[in-house]
């Protein structure tokens, strides 16, 4: 498979997960109760912010992985 091909399935799959990723953080933020301090809301949502990243990784690493 070319760069070109694996660029575009993963431009797909990255934005796919990461539509997937935001509809599982607002459901867990929503299931979260009312009342909480602010520090553990700063805390959820630096780790829903950022958690696609780490999965998305060896993704973007399959995608700029040069042709044989």
Do not use: C, H
């Not at 797909?12 to 935001?22: E, N, P």
């Not at 959820?44 to 950022?50: L, S």
């Amino acid at each position: 498979m070319t760069q070109r091909n694996r660029k575009l399935i993963g431009a797909f799959l990255l934005v796919g997960s990461i539509v997937l990723w935001s509809v599982l953080a607002t459901w867990v933020y929503l299931q979260l109760p009312e009342g909480l301090p602010g520090l553990v809301l700063i805390g959820f949502f630096i780790v829903a912010g950022m958690g696609w990243v780490l999965p998305a990784m060896p993704l973007i690493t399959w995608m700029a992985r040069p042709d044989r």
